[in-house]
């Protein structure tokens, strides 16, 4: 195994950390004594598991490490961690005032990424290969729900994290149906799809 793929799978070791940090901080904020350093020791784990996707994939690219465990594993991880990240703080408040993600939102991003891995599956097998193509929208997607989920635990700005999230919200929706599209279109132009392409 290469030192990228080991760091990709300490990135899913670090996932469930995370999600005891912010559940525990989640349970002392309910019982109104915060334990800011549980909040800090999740923002940290959350960052460091962040940052080691661009330092798997630079490791990957430098020294030549690319393998095919590494491109199925890494994107696993990534959205590993951001649905661990989201569903969890949808499930416990980080503040008073129900301070954490709307349930509507964890549920759109759920709804998107189920389509796109069912769709994917769908025209595996119908079309045998298929190209997963990056969209800027899911790019932007990523960020701003990186962005809602960064409004909440920083907690720096005193404005309902409905916000962000209503911005991730568009995006969430517009990159699903960027993908939608793309893999329409795969379908459309695959021989196997055509009339008469089987006997």
Known sequence: MTLASKITLVRILLVPVFAVLASY???????????????WSALGVFIAASASDGLDGWIARRFNQRSRFG???????DKLLL???IITLSIVDWGPDGWKI????????????GVI???????????DEVRVRPQWSGKVCTVTQMIALGWVMLKWVPFSPIYPCAVAAV???WSGIAYFRDGIAQLHASPHAQPGSHP
């Not at 901080?25 to 909040?39: D, F, K, Q």
């Not at 491109?71 to 991880?77: E, G, L, S, T």
């Not at 709307?102 to 990424?113: E, G, I, N, S």
Request: aromatic share 12%.
């Open 117 to 127: 891995i069912g769709g994917t599956a769908l025209l595996h097998f119908v079309i």
């Open 171 to 173: 995006f969430t929706v």
């Open 25 to 39: 901080y989640g349970i002392s904020v309910e019982e109104n004594h915060p334990e800011e350093w549980l909040r």
């Open 71 to 77: 491109a199925i594993i890494d994107p696993i991880a």
């Open 102 to 113: 709307p349930l509507w939102f964890t549920a759109l991003v759920v709804a998107r990424d």
């Open 83 to 85: 649905l661990t990240g």
